[in-house]
């Protein structure tokens, strides 16, 4: 049987994303988005059991009492974000590989608007999409441009760490949660009293963090987070939602004086089948949206991100107009991947 060092540098070589083990299957790589089999070797419970501890090492233990850990490490000289778990009485396992260089900016994809992100100096910035959609990319690629072109405080809170900085301009703190700081909320609380400029979240979870997170912006800082949703519009509802009715009012009157920019994405196969291109909504709060937000007509929004064009806002469709016009994806890919899909025909001459 092959070691964990030799399955993460074959998957490493053959630009896998993620890497599954699980009893009574062979290990599977998901390669450009789709589950492929790496070799035949059916797994075993001892085989699940043995490359659990090659991963988790010591803090295997926690599985026993936890049922899932999170963890990020290198193996094989690549660094991997790691989620152990327990299912039917066995050990599985999910290993997200990370690159060891943070991207620049311009050679994510990424509409022109998104770059111009790191330049803020307060407010709160959202990166949407579902999980392997590239967030924490696109937010380790914007905090990096400002660790190399401002002389601020970053502080990070991950669940777990994933890109690692080398402090340049910036000076950097990274805190994983369950090693470093309890919870989110905790962290966002305690961060509050480290005079940090920069405030990344790996996710806005619940009203304690949503709630410091506002206040943080409202305090001037500048303030990154994920949440797994999938537009812009979404965003706002998902975070309003997450309080009792009585309190909506006034958390939509926070958020709109403190949001900047949502920024929602999607990977997309590519056309010929050799990797995946980055779809990317990006909508700009202008005066207009605020007062969306404000009044609660979340439903109107989507029509605002497409008449602002000139502030560098794109919808999601656009988006995926734009990527099949450049040959990136195929026109099924598109309409597989649309908000409103004879939009997408419209736009493609394909009719309804």
Same mark, same amino acid.
Request: negative net charge; aromatic residues 4%; charged residues 25%.
């Given at each position: 049987?092959?070691?964990m060092?030799?399955?993460?540098s074959?998957?490493?070589?053959?630009?896998?994303?993620?890497?599954?083990?699980?009893?009574?299957?062979?290990?599977?790589?998901?390669?450009?988005?789709?589950?492929?089999?790496?070799?035949?070797?059916?797994?075993?419970?001892?085989?699940? &059991?043995?490359?659990?501890?090659? +991963?988790? *090492? %010591?803090?295997? !233990?926690?599985?026993?009492?936890?049922?899932? $850990?999170?963890? /990020?490490?290198?193996?094989?000289?690549?660094?991997?974000?790691?989620?152990?778990?327990?299912?039917?009485?066995?050990?599985?396992?999910?290993?997200?590989?990370?690159?060891?260089?943070?991207?620049?900016?311009?050679?994510?994809?990424?509409?022109?608007?998104?770059?111009?992100?790191?330049?803020?100096?307060?407010?709160?910035?959202l990166?949407?999409?579902?999980?392997?959609?590239?967030?924490?990319?696109?937010?380790?690629?914007?905090?990096?441009?400002?660790?190399?072109?401002?002389?601020?405080?970053?502080?990070?809170l991950?669940?777990?760490?994933?890109?690692?900085?080398?402090?340049d301009?910036?000076?950097?703190?990274?805190?994983?949660?369950?090693?470093?700081?309890?919870?989110?909320?905790?962290?966002?609380?305690?961060?509050?009293? &480290?005079?940090?400029?920069?405030? +990344?979240? *790996? %996710?806005?979870? !619940?009203?304690?963090?949503?709630?410091?997170? $506002?206040?943080? /912006?409202?305090?001037?800082?500048?303030?990154?987070?994920?949440?797994?949703?999938?537009?812009?519009?979404d965003?706002?509802?998902?975070?309003?939602?997450?309080?009792?009715?009585?309190?909506?009012?006034?958390?939509?009157?926070?958020?709109?004086?403190?949001?900047?920019?949502?920024?929602?994405?999607?990977?997309?196969?590519?056309?010929?089948?050799?990797?995946?291109?980055?779809?990317?909504?990006?909508?700009?709060?202008?005066?207009?949206?605020?007062?969306?937000?404000?009044?609660?007509?979340?439903?109107?929004?989507?029509?605002?991100?497409?008449?602002?064009?000139?502030?560098?806002?794109?919808?999601?469709?656009?988006?995926?107009?734009?990527?099949?016009?450049?040959?990136?994806?195929s026109?099924?890919?598109?309409?597989?991947a649309?908000?409103?899909?004879?939009?997408i025909?419209? *736009?493609?001459?394909?009719?309804?």
């Amino acid at each position: 049987m092959q070691t964990m060092d030799e399955i993460i540098s074959a998957a490493a070589q053959m630009r896998v994303s993620d890497v599954h083990l699980v009893k009574d299957l062979p290990i599977r790589f998901r390669l450009h988005g789709s589950l492929t089999d790496f070799g035949d070797h059916i797994l075993t419970h001892e085989d699940c &059991e043995r490359y659990g501890y090659e +991963l988790a *090492g %010591e803090d295997m !233990d926690r599985i026993l009492t936890g049922g899932e $850990l999170d963890l /990020a490490r290198s193996i094989g000289g690549t660094r991997v974000r790691i989620n152990l778990f327990r299912q039917q009485g066995h050990v599985s396992a999910a290993v997200r590989l990370l690159s060891d260089v943070i991207p620049k900016l311009e050679n994510l994809g990424l509409p022109p608007a998104v770059v111009g992100l790191a330049e803020l100096p307060r407010g709160i910035i959202l990166v949407t999409g579902e999980t392997g959609s590239g967030k924490s990319t696109t937010l380790a690629a914007l905090l990096d441009r400002i660790n190399h072109s401002r002389t601020e405080h970053i502080l990070t809170l991950e669940d777990p760490v994933e890109y690692i900085y080398t402090a340049d301009r910036c000076i950097v703190n990274q805190r994983e949660i369950g090693r470093d700081t309890s919870s989110f909320a905790d962290g966002l609380r305690a961060a509050l009293r &480290e005079d940090p400029d920069v405030i +990344l979240i *790996g %996710e806005m979870r !619940d009203t304690d963090t949503i709630e410091t997170a $506002l206040t943080a /912006a409202e305090t001037g800082h500048l303030v990154f987070a994920t949440l797994h949703t999938n537009s812009a519009a979404d965003a706002i509802d998902r975070i309003v939602d997450v309080f009792p009715e009585a309190r909506h009012r006034q958390i939509r009157m926070q958020l709109s004086m403190t949001l900047k920019a949502v920024v929602s994405q999607q990977l997309i196969a590519t056309s010929d089948g050799k990797g995946r291109a980055l779809a990317c909504e990006v909508m700009i709060v202008t005066p207009a949206i605020r007062n969306l937000i404000r009044e609660g007509k979340t439903p109107m929004i989507q029509n605002a991100i497409s008449t602002t064009a000139s502030e560098g806002a794109i919808t999601m469709d656009n988006a995926l107009l734009k990527l099949v016009r450049e040959r990136k994806i195929s026109n099924k890919a598109a309409l597989d991947a649309a908000y409103d899909v004879d939009y997408i025909k419209k *736009g493609l001459g394909l009719g309804r």
